[in-house]
Protein backbone atom coordinates (compact mmCIF):
# COMPACT_ATOMS: atom_id res chain seq x y z
CA UNK A 1 0.00 0.00 0.00
CA UNK A 2 1.38 3.70 -0.99
CA UNK A 3 0.27 7.08 -0.90
CA UNK A 4 1.01 9.33 -3.21
CA UNK A 5 0.97 13.15 -3.11
CA UNK A 6 1.21 15.61 -5.27
CA UNK A 7 0.53 19.35 -6.12
CA UNK A 8 2.96 21.06 -3.83
CA UNK A 9 4.71 24.07 -5.50
CA UNK A 10 5.63 27.84 -5.00
CA UNK A 11 3.38 30.15 -5.20
CA UNK A 12 2.67 33.95 -3.83
CA UNK A 13 0.74 35.22 -1.54
CA UNK A 14 -2.64 34.95 -2.04
CA UNK A 15 -2.49 32.41 -4.47
CA UNK A 16 -3.98 28.88 -4.44
CA UNK A 17 -2.50 25.59 -5.11
CA UNK A 18 -4.59 21.83 -5.48
CA UNK A 19 -2.91 18.95 -3.41
CA UNK A 20 -3.96 15.24 -4.33
CA UNK A 21 -3.44 12.08 -2.44
CA UNK A 22 -3.78 8.34 -4.03
CA UNK A 23 -3.81 5.24 -2.51
CA UNK A 24 -2.69 2.39 -4.56
CA UNK A 25 -1.75 -1.17 -3.65
CA UNK A 26 -4.02 -4.13 -2.27
CA UNK A 27 -6.50 -2.21 -0.47
CA UNK A 28 -9.57 -3.66 1.30
CA UNK A 29 -11.07 -0.25 2.54
CA UNK A 30 -9.81 3.39 3.37
CA UNK A 31 -11.67 5.23 5.88
CA UNK A 32 -10.52 8.66 6.95
CA UNK A 33 -7.96 10.20 4.87
CA UNK A 34 -6.63 13.77 5.52
CA UNK A 35 -3.22 16.04 5.48
CA UNK A 36 -1.06 17.19 7.63
CA UNK A 37 1.75 19.88 7.60
CA UNK A 38 5.10 20.83 9.04
CA UNK A 39 7.10 23.72 8.64
CA UNK A 40 10.90 23.96 9.27
CA UNK A 41 11.29 23.73 12.93
CA UNK A 42 7.81 23.23 14.03
CA UNK A 43 5.57 20.09 15.33
CA UNK A 44 3.82 18.46 12.62
CA UNK A 45 -0.10 19.23 12.44
CA UNK A 46 -3.36 18.25 11.33
CA UNK A 47 -4.75 20.44 8.17
CA UNK A 48 -7.95 18.56 7.83
CA UNK A 49 -9.20 15.11 7.64
CA UNK A 50 -12.29 13.77 5.76
CA UNK A 51 -14.41 10.87 6.52
CA UNK A 52 -15.26 8.06 3.95
CA UNK A 53 -18.89 9.55 4.42
CA UNK A 54 -17.55 13.41 3.38
CA UNK A 55 -17.61 14.60 6.13
CA UNK A 56 -14.52 17.19 6.60
CA UNK A 57 -12.78 18.51 9.88
CA UNK A 58 -10.96 21.42 9.49
CA UNK A 59 -7.86 22.96 11.90
CA UNK A 60 -8.76 26.64 13.17
CA UNK A 61 -6.20 27.79 10.59
CA UNK A 62 -7.71 26.39 7.42
CA UNK A 63 -11.19 27.04 7.82
CA UNK A 64 -12.71 29.18 5.85
CA UNK A 65 -9.81 29.07 3.33
CA UNK A 66 -8.98 24.87 2.65
CA UNK A 67 -11.12 22.46 1.43
CA UNK A 68 -10.63 18.95 1.66
CA UNK A 69 -12.58 16.58 -0.51
CA UNK A 70 -12.22 12.65 -1.83
CA UNK A 71 -13.42 10.65 -4.59
CA UNK A 72 -13.80 6.81 -2.68
CA UNK A 73 -13.77 5.51 -6.56
CA UNK A 74 -10.54 6.69 -7.10
CA UNK A 75 -9.07 6.11 -3.49
CA UNK A 76 -8.07 9.72 -3.77
CA UNK A 77 -7.96 12.98 -1.64
CA UNK A 78 -7.66 16.52 -2.41
CA UNK A 79 -6.90 19.42 -0.60
CA UNK A 80 -7.94 22.84 -2.48
CA UNK A 81 -5.95 25.64 -0.32
CA UNK A 82 -7.23 29.43 -1.51
CA UNK A 83 -5.51 32.62 0.20
CA UNK A 84 -2.14 31.04 0.66
CA UNK A 85 -0.20 33.30 3.37
CA UNK A 86 3.86 32.74 4.14
CA UNK A 87 2.73 31.01 6.92
CA UNK A 88 1.34 28.38 5.56
CA UNK A 89 4.93 27.18 3.94
CA UNK A 90 5.28 24.10 4.91
CA UNK A 91 5.54 20.17 3.52
CA UNK A 92 2.25 18.61 3.55
CA UNK A 93 1.93 15.40 4.35
CA UNK A 94 -1.27 13.08 3.05
CA UNK A 95 -2.68 10.11 5.56
CA UNK A 96 -5.16 7.55 5.23
CA UNK A 97 -6.31 4.92 7.40
CA UNK A 98 -6.49 1.40 5.12
CA UNK A 99 -6.89 -1.88 5.94
CA UNK A 100 -5.01 -3.63 3.05
CA UNK A 101 -6.64 -6.77 1.54
CA UNK A 102 -4.38 -9.05 3.04
CA UNK A 103 -5.17 -8.34 6.96
CA UNK A 104 -8.56 -7.12 8.92
CA UNK A 105 -6.11 -5.19 10.99
CA UNK A 106 -6.75 -1.43 9.60
CA UNK A 107 -3.51 1.17 9.72
CA UNK A 108 -2.49 4.88 9.46
CA UNK A 109 -0.33 5.33 6.32
CA UNK A 110 1.47 8.41 5.86
CA UNK A 111 2.66 9.69 1.98
CA UNK A 112 6.00 11.88 1.03
CA UNK A 113 5.70 14.94 1.52
CA UNK A 114 5.22 17.68 -1.00
CA UNK A 115 6.51 20.72 -0.36
CA UNK A 116 4.61 24.21 -0.86
CA UNK A 117 6.13 26.96 -0.48
CA UNK A 118 4.19 30.74 -0.32
CA UNK A 119 6.66 33.63 -0.90
CA UNK A 120 6.72 36.40 -2.86
Known amino acids: VQLQASGGGLVQPGGSLRLSCTAS????????MGWHRQAPGKRRELVAD???????LYSDFAKGRFTISRDNAKNTAYLQMNNLTPDDTADYYC???????????????WGRGTQVTVSS
Open 95 to 109: KAAITPDTTIYESDY
Open 50 to 56: ITVGGAP
Open 25 to 32: GGISKINL
